[in-house]
């Protein structure tokens, strides 16, 4: 069944008379997703799975919406009906293709890390990444919280053991081990979580705006190492140089993002057939700590 017959029907169901047509709409890699046309209302943008998900998902994902907007301070969309069947918001715009819009999002994300700390890591309940679960237990230590429930909690799904061998799923827990000497101490604090590009839209007056969270207190760099790490346009370059100097990194922090960044590789792994590579980025930060024969 096509897509936009999904979403238009689940639309009616909901009880969304009004609506009249559903174009598609691309760019994510886990949902179904439209813009929906109503008589006499403005447009809204659909997102529902084929499969109908775990009860909790769209709740959780308008909860997240919430808490950056409401907590980080942070633009997103307004979340119109949330059920288990689908979520509904309000349209964005794309962002521009500016540096400026970059800066102007570099001081965004610089103050909702930096007006968010929190004394543990973890969540008041777990959410979602993509179709996964995301374990958000509470832990008084980063170190052990990322371990647990953002690295090794990816060993044992099937597409994880199949494209990983033994030596691979050893060095991965040998690096959890090491992390306290691989990575700084840092505070917890609010994260969206899945922050690549396609995740940063604009409000209708231009500025950043974001959506799909998978809310978290963690560290910071979660976040930046997951927008860092998956292309982002030429036009963000200037967006890593503010964000580093309002937020005091040191300048070591690129040589980090890739280990920080295994926790989106081996998520994308276990939920996709086609990884994008990320088989081949979990070994490459992974090989020095193989053991050698």
């Not at 509904?88 to 794309?94: A, F, I, N, T, Y």
Request: charged share 25%; aromatic share 8%.
């Amino acid at each position: 069944m096509p897509s936009t017959t999904v979403l238009l029907e689940r639309l009616l169901r909901a009880g969304m008379r009004e609506v009249v047509t559903v174009e598609p709409v691309t760019g994510g890699v886990a949902a179904l997703a439209g813009i929906a046309t109503r008589r006499d209302a403005p447009s809204v943008f659909v997102k529902a799975f084929a499969e109908a998900p775990a009860d909790d998902v769209f709740v959780a994902e308008a909860e997240g919406l919430a808490a950056l907007r409401e907590l980080g301070g942070v633009a997103t969309p307004e979340v119109i009906l949330a059920d288990r069947e689908l979520l509904v918001l309000s349209v964005l715009r794309p962002r521009p293709h500016s540096e400026v819009f970059w800066e102007q999002f570099a001081h965004v994300l610089a103050r909702m890390h930096m007006s968010t700390t929190h004394p543990r890591f973890g969540w008041h309940h777990d959410n979602w990444l993509g179709r996964r679960r995301q374990i958000n237990t509470w832990n008084d230590d980063g170190f052990a919280f990322f371990a647990q429930h953002r690295l090794l909690r990816w060993l044992g799904q099937p597409r994880v053991e199949a494209a990983l061998d033994a030596g691979d799923r050893a060095a991965l827990e040998r690096l959890c081990h090491r992390l306290h000497d691989l990575l700084p101490g840092r505070p917890a604090c609010l994260t969206h979580g899945d922050l690549w590009a396609q995740n940063i839209l604009a409000t209708p007056d231009g500025q950043p705006a974001l959506i799909d969270p998978a809310v978290s207190y963690m560290w910071a760099e979660v976040d930046l190492a997951h927008v860092w790490s998956t292309s982002p346009p030429p036009e963000a370059r200037r967006m890593f140089e503010v964000y580093a100097e309002l937020t005091s990194l040191d300048g070591d922090w690129p040589a980090r993002m890739p280990i920080i960044q295994l926790r989106q590789h081996l998520a994308v792994l276990a939920q996709f057939d086609d990884d994008w590579g990320a088989a081949d980025q979990i070994r490459a930060v992974l090989a020095p700590f193989r053991k050698r024969s």
